[in-house]
C-alpha cells in the first residue's frame, strides 16, 4: 500500500466518522428528558442542552402542596430532568470516537481539567 491509498483510506474513514457523528449529534439534540418529584405528580422536560420545554403539575400536587412545597418540588423535577440530559450527553460523548482515538468526551474532559488545574476556575459539570 502506498501513500496515496493510505491518504484515501484514512480520508474515507474521517468521512465516515464525521457522518456518523453528525448523525449521532442530531438525534441527541432531537431528545428530550423528564425529572420528576412528589411521586410524579411533578414533571419537567427540558431538551438535550438542558432547556425547560413543559412543566406539567397534577391537579393532585396542586391542591396538596403548599406554595414553598410546590416550588420545592419543581426545581427537585427540573434538576431531576437535567441530570438525565447531561447524563446522556456523556454517555454519548463517550461513545463518538475520532477515528480509531480517544472518545470526544475523553479529549474534551482532559482539557477541561487542564484548564481547570491551570487557571484555579471549576467549570460547572452541566
Same mark, same amino acid.
Given at each position: 500500500?502506498?501513500?496515496?491509498?493510505?491518504?484515501?483510506?484514512?480520508?474515507?474513514?474521517?468521512?465516515?466518522?464525521?457522518?456518523e457523528?453528525?448523525?449521532?449529534?442530531?438525534e441527541?439534540?432531537?431528545?428530550?428528558?423528564?425529572?420528576t418529584?412528589?411521586?410524579?405528580g411533578?414533571?419537567a422536560?427540558?431538551?438535550?442542552v438542558?432547556?425547560l420545554? %413543559?412543566? /406539567?403539575v397534577s391537579v393532585?400536587?396542586? +391542591?396538596?402542596?403548599? !406554595?414553598v412545597? &410546590? @416550588? =420545592?418540588a419543581v426545581?427537585?423535577?427540573?434538576?431531576?430532568?437535567?441530570?438525565a440530559?447531561?447524563? %446522556?450527553? /456523556?454517555?454519548?460523548?463517550?461513545?463518538? +470516537?475520532v477515528?480509531? !482515538?480517544?472518545? &470526544? @468526551? =475523553?479529549?474534551?474532559?482532559d482539557a477541561?481539567?487542564?484548564?481547570?488545574?491551570?487557571?484555579?476556575?471549576r467549570? /460547572?459539570p452541566r
Amino acid at each position: 500500500m502506498d501513500e496515496m491509498d493510505e491518504l484515501r483510506r484514512l480520508s474515507e474513514q474521517l468521512a465516515g466518522a464525521s457522518a456518523e457523528t453528525e448523525a449521532t449529534m442530531a438525534e441527541w439534540g432531537a431528545r428530550r428528558f423528564t425529572g420528576t418529584a412528589d411521586k410524579g405528580g411533578v414533571v419537567a422536560t427540558v431538551d438535550a442542552v438542558g432547556n425547560l420545554l %413543559a412543566l /406539567d403539575v397534577s391537579v393532585v400536587s396542586k +391542591r396538596r402542596l403548599d !406554595g414553598v412545597t &410546590l @416550588g =420545592d418540588a419543581v426545581i427537585v423535577a427540573i434538576h431531576a430532568a437535567e441530570q438525565a440530559a447531561a447524563e %446522556a450527553k /456523556d454517555a454519548m460523548m463517550r461513545e463518538l +470516537r475520532v477515528g480509531w !482515538g480517544p472518545g &470526544l @468526551g =475523553d479529549l474534551f474532559g482532559d482539557a477541561q481539567r487542564s484548564f481547570e488545574a491551570r487557571s484555579g476556575i471549576r467549570i /460547572d459539570p452541566r
